[in-house]
């Protein structure tokens, strides 16, 4: 058929097939354009596989099969360096997108994440009078205003130990938290990532009299970091106290694994019974607003991470210079 803007005939084959059962059936299952092979997903596994990965000491109940990566990793480092993998492999790399799909869907994998005072209680309570009926939501004002009072009573407690031990010279008040895990030595380079790394654990005890800090370290070929290490530095931090000092009181968060359990409260009666300390004082800090001297503290060994250092190993162990 010829009309006056050109022809317009189907005269070839593949016209011709046009509404038939045998073209629509290669026309649905047709291979979607957009499609990622195989080949991109396994490369992205064998990637994500090549990190090192732990075990989490206080959710393996919950989540027994979950596990972490390094705390100084996240997806966006982690897709740099597998730019660089497919550039030693000369293969396209595939979407960052895609990228996290594979690491969410196909891994049980997290970051371990810097110990931060989340106050998921304030943010809890927050989002319910934000967000729901009205009844729940006074509810909500009543409960979050009593927990603030109960963190200021529990700050104010700190102020306070901090003035008596001033004008009392047998008073000791301290307050004690370890730090995360310190990665050992800090590298830079991308095969670090992929290395499994030496843990070093930190325990800060911050004498609130003195404003002197106190660092007990030890890496995770030593000693682990439960509760009988934590009484151990503590044990040690009581002996180098003069004998004159008979009344020590204690802040700490709420961590029930380490601070909060029978054997603690075993070893806070041997060190009445047993040493020079005839008074003793132990307090928590609210969940969620245990901020302390200790953690200032570590702000500085942070700041200070972030200088580059030499190592020099040696029998007697890691020195910087």
């Known amino acids: 058929m010829t009309s006056p803007e050109g022809d317009f005939s189907d005269s070839s084959e593949e016209s011709n097939k046009r509404g038939t059962k045998e073209n629509h059936f290669n026309y649905k299952y047709k291979t979607p354009g957009n499609k990622i092979d195989e080949a991109k997903v396994g490369l992205i596994k064998?990637?994500?596989?090549?990190?090192?990965?732990?075990?989490?000491?206080?959710?393996?109940?919950?989540?027994?099969?979950?596990?972490?990566?390094?705390?100084?990793?996240?997806?966006?480092?982690?897709?740099?360096?597998y730019k660089e993998f497919c550039e030693e492999k000369e293969?396209?790399?595939?979407?960052?997108?895609?990228?996290?799909?594979?690491?969410?869907?196909?891994?049980?994998?997290?970051?371990?994440?810097?110990?931060?005072?989340?106050?998921?209680?304030?943010?809890?309570?927050?989002?319910?009078?934000?967000?729901?009926?009205?009844?729940?939501?006074?509810?909500?004002?009543?409960?979050?205003?009593?927990?603030?009072?109960?963190?200021?009573?529990?700050?104010?407690?700190?102020?306070?130990?901090?003035?008596l031990v001033a004008k009392d010279a047998r008073h000791v008040a301290v307050c004690f938290v370890l730090q995360e895990m310190l990665p050992t030595p800090v590298l830079t380079c991308s095969q670090a990532y992929y290395s499994q790394q030496l843990w070093t654990y930190n325990l800060c005890v911050h004498d609130l009299g003195s404003g002197k800090a106190f660092m007990f370290m030890w890496h995770e070929d030593q000693a682990s970091r439960g509760c009988q290490e934590i009484m151990s530095c503590l044990l040690k931090f009581i002996n180098s106290l003069p004998p004159t000092i008979t009344h020590l009181t204690a802040f700490s968060d709420n961590a029930g694994g380490q601070n909060k359990n029978q054997h603690r409260v075993k070893f806070w009666l041997y060190i009445v019974n047993n040493t020079h300390i005839?008074?003793?004082?132990?307090?928590?800090?609210?969940?969620?607003?245990?901020?302390?001297?200790?953690?200032?503290?570590?702000?500085?060994?942070?700041?200070?991470?972030?200088?580059?250092?030499?190592?020099?190993?040696?029998?007697?162990?890691?020195?910087?210079?």
Do not use: W
Request: with cysteine.
């Open 91 to 163: 293969t396209e790399p595939a979407r960052k997108t895609f990228y996290r799909y594979v690491f969410n869907t196909c891994f049980n994998l997290s970051f371990h994440s810097p110990y931060t005072d989340t106050r998921a209680t304030c943010d809890k309570l927050q989002n319910t009078i934000d967000h729901r009926l009205l009844d729940e939501k006074h509810g909500a004002l009543v409960e979050k205003e009593l927990h603030l009072r109960k963190a200021q009573i529990a700050q104010k407690q700190v102020v306070d130990a901090r003035n």
């Open 278 to 321: 005839q008074i003793f004082d132990r307090k928590f800090l609210l969940c969620g607003h245990s901020f302390n001297d200790c953690d200032r503290n570590f702000g500085i060994i942070e700041r200070s991470r972030k200088i580059p250092h030499g190592y020099l190993c040696n029998r007697q162990g890691v020195k910087t210079f």
């Open 46 to 81: 064998e990637h994500i596989k090549r990190f090192p990965k732990y075990s989490s000491y206080y959710s393996r109940q919950k989540a027994p099969n979950k596990k972490y990566l390094a705390g100084n990793l996240n997806l966006k480092k982690m897709y740099q360096l």
